[in-house]
């Protein structure tokens, strides 16, 4: 089990940054589960915005967030992070970090993650 807790959400005007954490605990080894960040907007479907690997040494971002967005992560402190630069209204959503046991390959739908934390809203003014 893996429990996950996401902070740093908030209000920023477009063009801004924030910087997300996501803290896991649980009897797990979080140096071996593949780590993601999704996004909810009400009324739209959850969507993947970064993905990476147990090492870190792989990563994933949807196009429209490339570039602006980076995934990271510390093994040694179980945390994964999700910096946002040069953001967008359309940035807006609920965002949540998710886990699951690496298989080799990085997962970028919703199905392929077990684990979920509760989410921490990001509202990005125009």
């Known amino acids: 089990q893996v429990q996950l807790v996401e902070s740093g959400g908030g209000l920023v005007q477009a063009g801004g940054s924030l910087r997300l954490s996501c803290a896991a605990s649980?009897?797990?080894?979080?140096?071996?589960?593949?780590m993601g960040w999704f996004r909810q907007a009400p009324g739209k479907e959850r969507e993947v915005v970064a993905g990476?690997?147990?090492?870190?040494?792989?990563?994933y971002y949807p196009d429209h967030v490339k570039g602006r967005f980076t995934i990271s992560r510390n093994n040694a402190e179980n945390t994964v992070y999700l910096q946002m630069n040069s953001l967008k209204p359309e940035d807006t959503a609920v965002y949540y970090c998710?886990?699951?046991?690496?298989?080799?390959?990085?997962?970028?739908?919703?199905?392929?993650?077990?684990?979920w934390g509760q989410g921490t809203q990001v509202t990005v003014s125009s």
């Open positions: 990476i690997s147990p090492s870190g040494g792989t990563t």
């Open positions: 998710a886990a699951d046991r690496w298989l080799g390959s990085l997962g970028t739908n919703k199905e392929e993650y077990a684990y």
């Open positions: 649980g009897r797990t080894v979080f140096g071996s589960y593949a």
